[in-house]
């Protein structure tokens, strides 16, 4: 196995005994940006949610670096959708960096320069110098995203999972996050984005994870993104039915 790969083996998760994820395996790597594609209720979240330890599973191993990941760990952050984020919670944005540092102390260590250099790093690598002392609900939609990124950042994770972190932003701030993704990657972090819009999945991601429940394909974009393996990732089987003039 690759020494900086993230493995997962055979991952199935049910809510209420519904599976949700049928045994997902697949691997990818530090410095890759790689795409969650699937329609609605295909199991991106879940499977996010997975790799942070905020869903149990029902079976399956995951390995990052060689080692077993079990429940959450610094190494690995989750940036939820905007919509299940608690915008009014009061905390500025350095407040809400310096929590991605906490996570990083054990009990027996006090915040110290070491962190407050972080923080500071993890801020001005995000642009937000002029905006550390603001609230965070006084934030744009950009400016939010780049808030949590900054947290990811200083809590020196070094796989970032985002949950459709390009929904709800204008086109300037969509380009902007484009540039922070593609900077991401190239200092080695493995991006994995849960994704909507398929017309920038080329421009933007070096890797497709295709999921419909269970793994339709996984890896290179330009050999794994082909209309056929689209087409059987989208249709559900509902559609398939009406296709057949099966009544439903
Ligand atoms: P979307 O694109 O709509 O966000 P998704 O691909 O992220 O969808 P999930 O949110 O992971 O999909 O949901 C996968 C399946 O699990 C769906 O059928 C959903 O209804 C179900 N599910 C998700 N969360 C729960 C929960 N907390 N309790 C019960 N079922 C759930």
Avoid at 93 to 108: A, F, H, K, P, T
Avoid at 181 to 196: A, D, P, T, Y
Wanted: overall charge neutral; some cysteine.
């Amino acid at each position: 196995m690759h020494s900086h790969a993230l493995q997962l083996q055979n991952i199935t998760v049910s809510y209420a005994r519904i599976p949700a994820l049928h045994h997902i395996s697949f691997e990818v790597c530090c410095g890759q940006c790689v795409a969650l594609l699937g329609p609605n209720g295909a199991g991106k979240t879940t499977l996010l949610k997975t790799l942070a330890g905020l869903v149990e599973r029902e079976s399956g191993t995951i390995h990052f670096h060689g080692r077993e990941v079990r429940g959450a760990t610094p190494d690995i952050a989750y940036l939820p959708q905007r919509g299940q984020i608690d915008w009014d919670f009061p905390t500025t944005v350095r407040g809400l960096v310096e929590m991605g540092r906490y996570l990083r102390l054990g009990w027996w260590r006090t915040y110290g320069e070491k962190d407050k250099l972080a923080v500071d790093s993890a801020i001005a690598a995000m642009n937000l110098e002029s905006l550390q002392e603001r609230q965070i609900s006084a934030l744009s939609g950009g400016q939010q995203q780049r808030a949590f990124l900054a947290r990811a950042l200083a809590q020196e994770a070094h796989v970032l999972l985002l949950d459709e972190p390009f929904t709800g932003l204008d086109k300037p701030s969509q380009d902007n996050l484009k540039l922070t993704l593609r900077q991401l990657r190239g200092q080695g972090k493995l991006l994995i984005v849960s994704h909507h819009d398929l017309a920038s999945v080329r421009e933007i991601f070096d890797r497709v994870v295709l999921l419909n429940g269970e793994l339709i394909a996984a890896g290179e974009t330009a050999g794994v993104f082909t209309e056929e393996n689209i087409h059987r990732t989208y249709e559900t089987r509902v559609f398939a039915a009406v296709d057949h003039g099966v009544a439903i």
